[in-house]
């Protein structure tokens, strides 16, 4: 748990936007708009290769909220996924995908 919450608090920003038609080098690659949101959002999802992905929702505390993908097999190209925060509290959550052995996390803001 304790490693959830400082990998969560380093977060770290990557240029999603391909520079070519060619797919990024990483395997896959998590975006969310909007944010700030309010009540929902849409999860989009790049993934490279065909594998497994889990998607959680973590508070600040690093407490997973919401299991939105748990080892589920995704083909390679893009995924949207809608998350529904009307019983969310206003504040700032974290979405950590696990793809193959690489981890993602991205900062989302729910707003009142």
Do not use: C, W
């Amino acid at each position: 748990m304790i490693a959830i919450i400082e990998e969560l608090l380093d977060i770290s920003t990557v240029d999603l936007e391909p520079r070519s038609n060619e797919a990024p080098d990483q395997h896959a690659l998590i975006t969310v708009y909007p944010n700030p949101f309010n009540p929902e959002t849409k999860i989009n999802i790049f993934v490279r290769e065909e594998g497994s992905i889990s998607l959680g929702l973590f508070d600040i505390r690093g407490r997973q909220i919401q299991e939105i993908l748990s080892d589920r097999t995704l083909s390679r190209g893009h995924h949207e996924f809608d998350l529904r925060g009307e019983n969310l509290s206003s504040g700032i959550y974290f979405l950590a995908m696990e793809a193959q052995q690489n981890r993602h996390i991205q900062k989302i803001v729910k707003l009142r």
